[in-house]
């Protein structure tokens, strides 16, 4: 499968800080990429889907001038959690697609804690 | 508003015995049907997809997709402690989303 990886591995910032986490899609060109995030004993909720060269599409309730997502290449796409606050601490988790588009391979995450 | 069930668990069994997870889900027009493992701490990894009903077989994993009654199992057989994990049941949810159950947590005694 496609292989996608992520940085930082974990990162701890201060309230109101912002943080921009990397999502690489190492082996494969992905014009297309998916942001969730996962709270303790939660499952995967989707925030946005990434696409190369244009505007991120945004699920319902989440803020898109909050969480800003860059998609400028084919194999890097970005996560900017802007003004982090405690409640943005999550586990957050990008996906690229294989050859078929809804088979998704995700990156190992990145773990936000916000004091 | 599509929806996809799964016991949380934990489904607690012998090693090598044969695991059952089951998942259900609302939208009858979903196409695609996943299942990842997802350790503590880390990210999902997929385990096999499946488009038609069924049965799939990949090595120790059966999945199982049963439209009508818009129901999907995993069968892992001769199971081991290191499947101890959570699974969790994805569905297509249009537009190449994939709308995720809460997981279901196995454990698989020595």
């Known amino acids: 499968g496609a292989v996608v990886s992520q940085h930082p591995s974990w990162v701890i910032c201060k309230s109101g800080t912002s943080v921009k986490i990397e999502c690489r899609s190492l082996d494969f060109q992905a014009t297309t990429m998916f942001w969730y995030r996962q709270f303790p004993k939660q499952s995967l909720m989707l925030m946005a889907t990434s696409n190369e060269g244009s505007k991120a599409t945004y699920e319902q309730g989440v803020e898109k001038d909050k969480f800003l997502i860059n998609h400028a290449s084919l194999t890097l796409s970005t996560l900017t959690v802007t003004s982090a606050h405690p409640e943005d601490s999550s586990f957050y988790i990008c996906s690229n697609s294989g050859l078929a588009i809804d088979e998704q391979f995700f990156g190992p995450g990145t773990r936000l804690t916000v004091l | 508003q599509k929806e996809v069930e799964q016991n949380s668990g934990p489904l607690s069994v012998p090693e090598g015995a044969i695991a059952s997870l089951n998942c259900t889900y609302s939208d009858r027009g979903s196409q695609s049907f996943f299942w990842y493992r997802q350790y503590s701490g880390k990210s999902p990894e997929l385990i096999m997809f499946i488009y038609s009903n069924g049965d799939k077989e990949d090595g120790r994993f059966t999945a199982q997709l049963n439209k009508a009654s818009q129901y999907v199992s995993l069968l892992i057989r001769d199971s081991q402690p290191s499947d101890s994990a959570t699974y969790l049941c994805?569905?297509?949810?249009?537009?190449?989303?994939?709308?995720f159950g809460s997981g279901t947590r196995l454990l698989v005694r020595p």
């Open positions: 994805a569905v297509n949810g249009g537009s190449y989303k994939l709308i």
